[in-house]
């Protein structure tokens, strides 16, 4: 998962392949912020196949993580595939390929969802919203873009001939920006004559921003408060420079601080930390999946998901979450029992730049799920304490209604 960005800095996805020169970043998709990025320093690299920043020049790695636990930071995440499901079956069909309960969704409102297979596993994680316009908004991994229109478009297909009025359309020309950190809504308000404090996590909007018509959402994978604004692609450099110009406070950052944020609020990566062979179940992602979903067991999967969710003990393995004395996990290094037997693997790990600690996610045999279970890590040829702990591995900052 993990390249080398600094001496001191924790290390980014292994889909971040550092460039040998220019020309091979010239030669990869490019959201359209990639002058802006060049303009401002941005070091460019290959995530996905896509030319996006790792870091910028005025923080470092580091540095940028802890602003956005206190500050705001904007991140490009245009790659990733935006899709509307027309029609007047598309909460039917939606709930034919997610695990998510669509159909309860208040209007404008949505969740994290799990596209699954017929043996359970994830075909990828995803964000649903049900839009009072009349349509579905999804929001997919770009590392699995092109498999996940693959999959949805046959599936579509497949369900017109079944006679369902449902359709899949690929958003045209929208970037996608993440405005992340506790400062977002003051930074964000100026430019709104909407009241943001009415947005709640997880719900949507439609509105202008300093004058742009945007898809506002409050959510992002962070862990902080923040939003991601879908924006027009011909006024995404204008709308990141109102943003930008509200404040000296206000910074973009890169892949590497996204990817530790999202470890330290115990978010999945997938390819990483979720992926084809793993269930909800295994995943520890079943709050995913809703009591009637259950019930009715109408989801790709359903049966082989439910059989492990009820097996009693359970057995087969578990992401949990791990702290490392002394020396940071990285992925593949093995778990072991305080036996020496290897009972797990790591898939995520770095130094915690806001604990200090080395933190990582890994599977784990269930009869090593407890937190507080004593465990150890193989870092190479040394073999290092570990603990069994809760995540998120640091308190979540969800803007969410008043109880």
Request: hydrophobic content about 35%; charged content about 25%; glycine content about 8%.
């Amino acid at each position: 998962m993990f390249g080398l960005l600094g001496r001191n800095s924790v290390r980014c996805s292994r889909q971040i392949a550092a460039s040998r020169n220019f020309s091979s970043i010239q030669e990869l998709k490019k959201t359209p912020l990639f002058d802006y990025h060049v303009e401002k320093g941005g070091k460019m690299v290959d995530f996905a196949g896509w030319a996006l920043p790792v870091s910028y020049p005025d923080l470092s790695h580091v540095e940028s993580h802890l602003h956005t636990r206190k500050g705001v930071s904007i991140f490009d995440v245009s790659h990733m595939l935006q899709l509307h499901i027309h029609g007047k079956d598309r909460i039917k069909f939606i709930e034919s390929i997610l695990v998510a309960d669509v159909e309860s969704l208040a209007e404008n409102t949505g969740t994290l969802s799990l596209m699954t297979n017929e043996n359970g596993g994830i075909i990828d994680d995803c964000i649903v919203h049900k839009s009072s316009a009349g349509f579905l908004n999804l929001v997919c991994n770009a590392g699995c873009a092109d498999k996940d229109l693959a999959h949805i478009t046959e599936r579509c297909s497949a369900a017109v001939s079944a006679g369902l009025d449902v359709a899949v359309e690929v958003k045209p020309a929208h970037s996608l920006i993440a405005v992340q950190g506790p400062q977002m809504q003051t930074v964000l308000q100026e430019g709104l004559q909407d009241d943001l404090s009415k947005l709640y996590f997880n719900h949507t909007a439609l509105v202008d921003v300093w004058g742009i018509p945007c898809r506002v959402t409050r959510c992002g994978y962070t862990g902080e408060d923040g939003v991601e604004i879908s924006v027009p692609d011909d006024r995404v450099v204008e709308l990141v420079e109102r943003l930008m110009g509200t404040s000296d406070e206000v910074k973009l950052a890169g892949l590497g601080a996204r990817d530790s944020l999202r470890l330290e609020a115990g978010l999945c990566l997938y390819g990483n930390d979720i992926d084809e062979t793993t269930t909800p179940v295994e995943g520890t992602l079943m709050w995913t999946i809703s009591k009637r979903r259950r019930a009715a067991r109408d989801f790709p999967g359903a049966n082989r998901i439910m059989e492990q969710f009820l097996a009693k003990p359970r057995t087969g393995k578990r992401r949990v979450g791990v702290i490392v004395d002394k020396a940071p996990a990285r992925p593949h290094y093995p778990v072991l029992n305080m036996e020496g037997e290897v009972i797990g693997e790591v898939t995520s790990g770095s130094p915690s730049p806001c604990s200090g600690k080395n933190i990582a996610m890994a599977y784990v045999d269930n009869k090593y799920i407890k937190n507080g279970t004593p465990l150890q890590v193989q870092v190479r040829k040394r073999v290092f304490s570990a603990t069994k702990v809760a995540m998120p591995f640091v308190p979540t900052q969800y803007y969410n209604p008043p109880k």
